[in-house]
């Protein structure tokens, strides 16, 4: 006969604080920049979805339960992402949210951040990626113009490309 068994006896402090430790963890240092790789990945355009810099909402902005506080208000962050969603050919069928007007959205992916990409070993939304070529060479949908303009690069630029990958 199965046993009840009582719950886990958490009243949510414990909850709350690893939350506030998350939002308090910061993305690495970037390593050694390299100028040229940058250029490339702009002129790529690489940098339409995986955009350099944005900014943090304005402070009392309201988002569901959150606030933005004063100290997280109007920051410049460089996070390598609009957050957005987009169909790079890669999505997982799974809609954002249920409901018809959701369905749309099954094929898209919201871009990663590419901060701290330098410290992953495993790519892309679903992980099947271990290499950066691999994961850009997966990149169709909307993002097939930046793919085919990648596989235009000389030898040189594709290099000068991944050291500056790798300094995120």
């Known amino acids: 006969m199965p046993r009840s068994v009582d719950g886990p006896g958490d009243d949510g402090v414990d909850v709350k604080a690893f939350a506030n430790f998350m939002r308090s963890t910061k993305a690495p240092p970037r390593g050694g920049a390299d100028g040229q790789g940058e250029k490339v990945f702009m002129q790529v355009g690489c940098a339409t ?3 350099p810099s944005i900014a943090t909402a304005p402070p009392g902005t309201v988002a569901g ?5 004063e100290a997280l208000g109007n920051k410049i962050i460089h996070p390598y992402s609009d957050y957005l969603l987009h169909d790079i050919g890669t ?7 249920p409901g018809a007007e959701y369905a749309g959205t099954a094929a898209q992916m919201r871009t990663a951040p590419l901060w701290a990409l330098r410290t992953r070993n495993r790519l892309m939304h679903d992980g099947l990626s271990f ?3 691999e994961a850009i ?3 169709a949908g909307q993002a097939a113009t930046v793919t085919q303009a990648y ?3 000389t030898e040189a630029q594709r290099a000068a490309l991944l050291r500056f ?3 995120l």
């Open 137 to 139: 060479e997966r990149h």
């Open 151 to 153: 596989q235009a690069l």
């Open 165 to 167: 990958l790798d300094s």
């Open 91 to 97: 999505g997982d069928g799974i809609p954002v949210l």
């Open 131 to 133: 290499a950066k070529q």
């Open 65 to 69: 339960s959150l606030v933005v506080p």
């Open 49 to 51: 979805c995986h955009t």
